[in-house]
């Protein structure tokens, strides 16, 4: 099984992923171009077996239309999406798995907050959780917002109950690509974090297209501050103190996503 995190250009600096099992079977993740998707699978010499969707919003969505047109492959989505993702017509509930090939399967955990039709992906390899596709949930060294039909208070569920207990070693795969801004926010408002400190000087020769880069779980627990919540040295501005003082993980991760939206 081979993950091929696949960086689109778009201005939205989405990614879209294609998992490719050992039979030559391809699932593609939020495909933004429909052409693109199917010419990357080809390059691979598999066959399309699905589009699996994270959620509703239009740039997770776009290509679905022309993959279904060519291939007649069915498209997986959260059955909240049902009316809203055109295309969808396999909906997967909380726990719900695809076989990618003997040794791989996906996972569909239920991830309200950034919508309330949203799903990640779990990847299991051998038995053992190796991946996480986490659609507009958890970024590297960020989270999603929450002002296209989502709610901050579900959004720290998710992220405390689906994210925080993940393994160190679990890969994270998310459906944008924004690190460099999300490290600008960490130092702002942790302005002593070494490992974002060395991360934002790895950014700058990330080669993207070529070579996109990802982080695990360990490292996001260093570099994320909304898995950071307890940190010390998370400084909150003038206004704040009261969430600074009572140290509420709650509070803290409401504060720091509403400073994100104004950053
Ligand atoms: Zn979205």
Redesign the pocket.
Known sequence: MRVIQHYTGSKLRNFTYFIVGNQGHAFIVDPWDGEESLEKVKQESALVKGVINT?E?W??TRGNEVIVKKTDCPVYAHPRAKGKVKEADVFMNDGEKIVIDNETELMAIDTPG??FAHLCLILFHQGRIEGVFT??TLFNAGV?NCH?GGDPETLFQTIEEKFQTLDDHVRVYP?HEYLGNNLGFTLKYEPGNEEAKSWQKKYESIDWENSPQTTTIAEEKKINLFLRLESNGIQLPIGHEATQVSRDRKNTFLTLRELRNHW
């Open positions: 959620h919003h740039d997770h950034h919508t659609g507009d999603g296209n459906g």
